[in-house]
């Protein structure tokens, strides 16, 4: 009883492979690196990783952000670049270091930091250089680059670090400041090879940049949400690319009215959504109310307990995706999906 009422988020393997070609594709000859912080955008590391390196067009690229997501990535992806670029303690960088993770470097202490690790255990520490180029969150400044890479490319003649790579992030505020940043990371990138580098991974767009603003690619894309089939909060629909996860829950009481189903707020599910439509066996069915593991929905005819309803996703009515339902709230998919907790059982499909 207790696991057949537990919410599931259903998640179709299959559905995610289709957006990672359509990506690629989109993309080439720019290399997909698949960003998988938090949890691989609370989808799960292990599995998408797996099925990453399965494809027929395997992802050999992956963006973990901090050390401990990368390493869970390099238990499954022995062969790929793997790229953590949280800042990290002189510990994990040793951790990274053994397992040939690759490190974002934003600021010069860090990059003294990894200089001093790698010295320390004679491995050469893979770096990529980021450039601030406006959006102000971590990054050297354009006034600091010209010495911050003087001293990098010291340690890389003196075998401490290689510098693979320039990146950095745009705020996707507007066009105009995206192309002024693409501006000023061409210019570092400049620098960098004056003064004798060759950084081969050059990497400035996520996800809808990357789709939209294809000038704007470098040699490798950094993208999570296209992939996990969540499309921006307000943007359109991305052809050939559709959401992987379903959040699913069981009806538990019928009240006449009002149905009860076995998610709630405590499963992270926002209670402001109520107002929301959902899926049911007697059609699209509006939340009354969210509490905290349970949430009233208006009652349909011949409800019974244990029916299920589609919250959001895939579903064969006309269900919200996630982003849908975050726009409601203002917020963006993302965050409906990587706020549901450990409590919600995370079943993987083909
Ligand atoms: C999360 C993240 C990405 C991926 O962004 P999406 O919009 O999900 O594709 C890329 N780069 C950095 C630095 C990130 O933190």
């Given at each position: 009883?207790?696991?057949?009422?537990?919410?599931?988020?259903?998640?179709?393997?299959?559905?995610?492979?289709?957006?990672?070609a359509?990506?690629?594709?989109?993309?080439?000859?720019?290399?997909?690196?698949?960003a998988m912080?938090?949890d691989?955008?609370?989808?799960?590391?292990?599995w998408a990783?797996?099925?990453?390196?399965d494809?027929?067009?395997?992802v050999?690229?992956?963006?973990?952000?901090?050390?401990?997501?990368?390493?869970?990535?390099?238990?499954r992806?022995?062969?790929?670049t793997?790229?953590?670029?949280?800042s990290?303690?002189d510990?994990?960088?040793?951790?990274?270091?053994?397992?040939?993770i690759e490190?974002?470097?934003?600021?010069?202490?860090?990059?003294?930091?990894?200089i001093?690790?790698?010295?320390?255990?004679?491995?050469t520490?893979?770096?990529?250089?980021?450039?601030d180029t406006?959006?102000?969150?971590?990054?050297?400044?354009?006034?600091?680059?010209s010495r911050?890479?003087a001293?990098?490319?010291?340690?890389?003649?003196?075998?401490?670090?290689?510098?693979?790579?320039v990146?950095?992030?745009?705020?996707?505020?507007?066009d105009?400041e995206?192309?002024?940043?693409?501006?000023?990371?061409?210019?570092?990138v400049?620098?960098?090879?004056?003064?004798?580098?060759?950084?081969?991974?050059?990497?400035?767009?996520?996800?809808?940049?990357s789709?939209?603003?294809?000038?704007?690619?470098?040699?490798?894309?950094?993208?999570?949400a296209?992939?996990?089939g969540?499309?921006?909060a307000?943007?359109?629909?991305?052809?050939?690319?559709?959401p992987?996860?379903?959040?699913r829950?069981?009806v538990?009481?019928?009240?006449?009215?009002d149905v009860?189903?076995?998610?709630g707020?405590?499963h992270?599910?926002p209670?402001?959504?109520?107002g929301?439509s959902?899926?049911?066996?007697?059609?699209?069915?509006e939340?009354v109310?969210?509490?905290?593991?349970?949430?009233?929905?208006?009652?349909?005819?011949?409800?019974?307990?244990?029916?299920m309803?589609?919250?959001?996703?895939?579903g064969?009515?006309d269900?919200?995706d996630?982003?849908?339902?975050?726009?409601?709230?203002?917020?963006?998919?993302?965050?409906?999906?990587?706020?549901?907790t450990?409590t919600?059982?995370?079943?993987?499909?083909?």
């Open positions: 009883m207790d696991s057949l009422m537990t919410p599931t988020l259903e998640i179709s393997r299959g559905r995610f492979l289709q957006n990672l359509a990506v690629q594709e989109r993309i080439g000859p720019a290399r997909l690196m698949l912080k938090d691989a955008y609370g989808h799960g590391v292990e990783v797996a099925a990453a390196i494809a027929a067009r395997p050999e690229m992956f963006g973990g952000y901090d050390v401990h997501t990368s390493l869970r990535i390099r238990e992806a022995e062969q790929a793997v790229f953590a670029w949280a990290s303690t510990e994990e960088v040793e951790l990274a270091l053994h397992a040939r490190l974002g470097v934003g600021d010069a202490d860090y990059l003294s930091r990894v001093d690790v790698s010295r320390r255990l004679g491995r520490a893979r770096v990529h250089l980021k450039i406006g959006l102000h969150r971590n990054g050297i400044r354009p006034e600091d680059w911050v890479v001293d990098a490319m010291t340690a890389q003649r003196a075998g401490a670090i290689e510098v693979v790579g990146w950095s992030h745009l705020a996707e505020a507007s105009a995206d192309d002024e940043s693409a501006r000023a990371f061409r210019e570092a400049d620098v960098v090879r004056a003064m004798g580098g060759a950084p081969a991974s050059l990497h400035l767009t996520a996800s809808a940049a789709w939209w603003r294809p000038e704007l690619r470098g040699t490798v894309c950094r993208i999570g296209f992939c996990y969540i499309r921006s307000d943007g359109p629909e991305i052809p050939g690319v559709a992987i996860a379903a959040l829950a069981r538990i009481e019928d009240r006449g009215d009860v189903i076995g998610v707020s405590f992270g599910l209670s402001i959504l109520a929301a959902i899926g049911t066996p007697g059609g699209m069915r939340i109310r969210i509490d905290q593991t349970r949430t009233l929905v208006r009652g349909w005819s011949g409800a019974r307990v244990g029916d309803t589609t919250v959001f996703g895939p064969d009515q269900e919200p996630a982003t849908t339902l975050a726009e409601r709230i203002g917020t963006v998919g993302e965050e409906i999906i990587t706020r549901l450990g919600v059982r995370r079943v993987i499909e083909d």
